[in-house]
């Protein structure tokens, strides 16, 4: 994502077809919109907010696919896990007083990630409870 891009913000056209999915993806997207308009004195205090609403998330996923037995849970929470070393890695930088790399995660890596993970793991996630009846 370049700097000329415009922020990510929520339509229909990012659901994946599952009602927590989609909630928790509508939550993500503007808590990282406010972050990233945040000036720098409230920066830290939303990334902690946005860290924990993340790590629910993802949680929240896990626990739907454990639910329905999606085949690929191993692969998807893998990835997860990726996430979640990244992101306490990033909240140890930030307590230490980087806010420029908080800035650039939140700017140029949560956005392109997240439209690539809910794109792939999370929309066969999604279709896979569908299959299921769920
Ligand atoms: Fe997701
Ligand atoms: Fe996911």
Request: glycine share 6%; aromatic share 8%.
């Amino acid at each position: 994502m370049t700097m000329t891009e415009p922020a990510l913000a929520w339509d229909s056209s990012l659901e994946v077809g599952n009602a927590v999915i989609d909630r928790d993806h509508k939550e993500t997207v503007e808590l990282l919109a406010a972050l990233i308009d945040a000036p720098d004195t409230d920066f830290p205090t939303l990334f902690t907010g946005f860290a924990a609403h993340l790590r629910a998330h993802l949680a929240n996923e896990e626990a739907l696919m454990r639910e329905y037995g999606f085949p690929a849970y191993a692969i998807h929470r893998h990835e997860h896990e990726r996430v979640r070393t990244e992101l306490e890695g990033i909240e140890r930088r930030l307590a230490a007083g980087n806010l420029m790399l908080a800035r650039g995660y939140a700017t140029e890596i949560v956005p392109d990630w997240f439209l690539a993970h809910k794109d792939t793991m999370d929309a066969a996630t999604a279709a896979w409870i569908r299959q299921q009846g769920g």
